[in-house]
Structures are given as structure tokens and as C-alpha cells.
């Protein structure tokens, strides 16, 4: 047997030496979400002042990195973010985070494309008895990273859960290049919102559509929590899970007994997942639990898989809805929020599963700092904003209102569907707008 030990005390490194590799103008991988590094972080934020034009890539950011407060960050660091935090929002006023427009399901495929990385750092469980390291719940597009990366770095935690799953979750310490052991920090945890009255709402319409055996992908957002919560307290049995993003309602379900996975065509009796963020309780339910099945996203997120598992359930949130049906579930006009992710890919692949259906929730209005209230059904969309989903292809709209399908309906069908679940207050002034978009037939109801 391979002496593994032996190999790991070789390439065992301080955080310091780590960072030493990184040169200016160099493009560094820092993985995803809560496998970001810690330690190699800090030491590079240590050596920002030697350091120019140094190109990060990462996404999901659960804390801020060390370089993003180091003095004239921007001059010495861009951060290039597949789908965007709060952090990462917060940063980009500063020139210092900018978004990588991706359908998620294709990132895999853009390290394949692309230049080969210089460096690749990542947060990994400890080695295993094989020479393994595990990614923990990051599976997502890391296998291509490392595969494509010029070196590797990683660093170990003690704290990252261990993930089981198919392929893409583990790196060779024969691929390895260096070997940082960290503090043994804490997890960085995502914390979740009460819903709202209209999120409870939202979810109640949704809930009509579920069915026993039906397969779940939830969305981040309070309705996709408020419609777990429900299920929970429900009589529904023999649930699936397929989704991009595993959170905290899916182990609530999974505790509550409602999840088998039983009727799955693919991976039955398995909670299939890219990558998983939540609550301390979550990463204790992920570790070494073999229901759960961790997956690259180029899997996990293809629309042929997704549609080959019946009554596939896809739920998902908007920011802006406009008369037309499309919607902005990025940005608000030119501000950035998140990031495409993979709402079009399950929005496509609901649809075509048999008996599948797909969700997308908005609060009819919002209120602002001053308290006016102001519709997120719109006319059309802001400029600036981006359409994250085509309005061929949403199927049911959902606000606290009412549900309506939009599928294969005409322009003036669908704008007189979104306006009987907007906002009343506004309908009256949306219905002038359809009228001047030409998209309001005489004989539609007024």
C-alpha cells in the first residue's frame, strides 16, 4: 500500500509559502462558496502590496477574504464572482468584484475552454486512509478546476463536512502540489429568513401542485423555505430531492420523514445536490450520510436529466416580472443582486419532466425606506436589467395573489394573467401600459 502519510508530510507547506506562488497578473482559483480558503488568504492579503492585477475566481462568498480589505484592494485584486453573495455585492462598488455572466450548469465546460488556471486553492476535508481529500458540500465545478489548474493548493479543515457522492468529489493527494493545514476554523453558516405573510401565500399556491412522489428543487429565497415548511407539516410522502443548492428545508423534510426518494428514476433513495450551504445542523446531517448524493453541476443541473425524473417540482424567485413575462431574477435595473445560477435550466427541464412543473415566485409590490410602495410587476423591464429566464419558457407565475400558467399563451393572453395576480392597487396603471404596448385586446377584461 502507498505510504500516504509519508507523501503528505512532503508536501505539507505553510499558508505563507502557499501565498508565496502567487505572482502578479497570475489568475488564482478559490473555489466555491464555503470552500473558500482562510489561512492562504490571509497570507496573501498579507502580501498584497507586492502584488498587481491578480485575478481571483470564486463564487458564493459566505465570508469576507482577507483580500478584500487590504489597502486599495482593487489596484492589487479583482475578484471575479460566479454568482454573487451579499458579500460579493457589497464589494462591487468599490471596482473590486465584478459577476461572470454563467449558467451554472456550464462552468464545468469553461475551465475546459479556457486558458489552463496558475493556481488553484481550496478548502478540503482531511485525508483520507486512500490519499483522498474530500471537497465537501462544494462539489459543484471543482473537478475541472483542479483538473485544469497548473497547481494545487489545499487546505484542510477539520470542520468541513465529508460528502459523499458519484464522481468530481474528491482530489488525489498525488494531484496535490501543497498541503496547508489550518486553524480548524468553523464553517461559515447562511442563515435563512422568516418568510413573509405573502411568502406563506405564495407557497400555499404552490403546495396545490405537489403530489406524493413529486421530486423537489427549491431556489434560495423565503418562499422555497415557506413551501418546505409546509410540506413538513404535510401529508405528503415518498419526496425527492434534485437541486442545485441543498439548504436547510431539505434536511427539516428529510427529518420530518417526507423524503425517500423512492420514485426517482435516477439516483432513487439518494438527495442529489451540487453544492450546499445553511446552518451548522445542515453540514452535520450532509457528513458521511449516504441519502445524500453530492454531484457535479454540469450533472446535477442538465436539462436532460432533470427531465427524465417525473413530477419534477422546480421553485424558484424573481425580483422583477415584467408584461411580457420575462424575468429579472439578477439584477434590479443595472444593480446586481445574484447571478443566472441554474433557474433556466429547471425552469426547461420542469416543463419537459412528465407531470413536472415549474414555479417562479415574486411579491406582487414592495415597500421602501420611505414606505411607498412600488410594483415588481412591471410594464417592461427597467433598463439595465437582465432576463434571467425568456418569457417562452416560464411556465406558472406565482405572487401572493394568485398562480397563473403562462405557457404557450400569446402576448395579450399573458399580460392579462400577470396583471390579475399584480398588485391591485397597480392594475389599473398596468392595464394603461399594456394598452400603450399593444399587448391589451379590447375585449380583455378591464
Known amino acids: 500500500m502507498a505510504d500516504y502519510q509519508n507523501e503528505y508530510q512532503k508536501k505539507l507547506i505553510s499558508a505563507k509559502e502557499a501565498a508565496s506562488f502567487v505572482k502578479s497578473g497570475m489568475w488564482v482559483d478559490y473555489g466555491w462558496s464555503m470552500g473558500h480558503p482562510k489561512a492562504i488568504d490571509k497570507a496573501l492579503a498579507e502580501r498584497s502590496q507586492d502584488l498587481y492585477d491578480v485575478k481571483v475566481r470564486g463564487g458564493n462568498t ?75 458540500p462544494n462539489t459543484a465545478h471543482l473537478y475541472q478546476v483542479i483538473k485544469h489548474s497548473k497547481k494545487i493548493i489545499v487546505e484542510v479543515n477539520e470542520n468541513m463536512p465529508h460528502c459523499l457522492g458519484g464522481y468530481g468529489t474528491e482530489i488525489h493527494i498525488s494531484k496535490v502540489d501543497g498541503i496547508v493545514e489550518s486553524d480548524n476554523e468553523p464553517m461559515p453558516t447562511l442563515g435563512s429568513a422568516e418568510p413573509s405573510e405573502n411568502d406563506v401565500k405564495m407557497a400555499e399556491f404552490i403546495f396545490d401542485d405537489l403530489v406524493d412522489g413529486a421530486c423537489l428543487q427549491l431556489g434560495i429565497g423565503k418562499t422555497p423555505n415557506a413551501v418546505g415548511s409546509m410540506i413538513a407539516k404535510s401529508d405528503l410522502k415518498d419526496l425527492g430531492v434534485h437541486t442545485e443548492m441543498y439548504v436547510d428545508a431539505f434536511m427539516e423534510l428529510s427529518k420530518a420523514g417526507k423524503i425517500t426518494g423512492t420514485k426517482k428514476k435516477i439516483a432513487p433513495g439518494r438527495q442529489v445536490y451540487a453544492f450546499a450551504a445553511g446552518s451548522k445542523e445542515l453540514y452535520d446531517f450532509l457528513d458521511d450520510n449516504p441519502s445524500c448524493l453530492a454531484a457535479p453541476v454540469d450533472y446535477v ?16 424567485s424573481a425580483i422583477n ?57 412591471v410594464p417592461t423591464l427597467s433598463e439595465g436589467s437582465i432576463v434571467t429566464t425568456l418569457r417562452s419558457s416560464v411556465q406558472y407565475l406565482v405572487t401572493e395573489n394568485g398562480k397563473v400558467n403562462l405557457k404557450g399563451m400569446s402576448t395579450w393572453e399573458r399580460a392579462e394573467k400577470i396583471i390579475s395576480i399584480a398588485d391591485p392597487d397597480f392594475q389599473d396603471d398596468l392595464i394603461k401600459q399594456a394598452q400603450n404596448l399593444g399587448i391589451w385586446r379590447k375585449s380583455n377584461k378591464k
Open 62 to 136: 459566505m465570508e469576507v477574504p482577507a483580500i478584500f480589505e487590504v489597502d486599495d484592494a482593487a489596484s492589487h485584486f479583482t475578484f471575479n464572482s460566479t454568482h454573487c453573495s451579499g458579500i460579493d455585492r457589497k464589494y462591487m462598488a468599490s471596482g473590486l468584484v465584478y459577476y461572470n455572466p454563467i449558467r451554472f450548469s456550464e462552468l464545468p465546460s469553461y475551465y475546459e475552454n479556457m486558458e489552463e488556471n496558475d493556481i488553484a486553492f481550496i478548502r478540503v476535508c482531511p485525508m483520507d486512509k486512500h490519499g483522498n481529500f474530500n471537497l465537501g
Open 301 to 316: 443541473n442538465d436539462i436532460g436529466t432533470i427531465s427524465s425524473i417525473d413530477n419534477f417540482m422546480s421553485i424558484n
Open 321 to 377: 416580472v415584467d408584461l411580457f413575462g420575462q424575468v429579472a431574477a439578477e439584477t434590479a435595473g443595472t444593480r446586481h443582486i445574484s447571478g443566472a445560477g441554474g433557474q433556466m435550466d429547471f425552469v426547461l427541464g420542469a416543463y419537459l419532466s412528465e407531470g413536472g412543473k415549474s414555479f417562479i415566485c415574486v411579491s406582487s409590490s414592495r415597500a421602501g425606506k420611505d414606505g411607498k410602495k412600488s410594483t415588481n410587476i
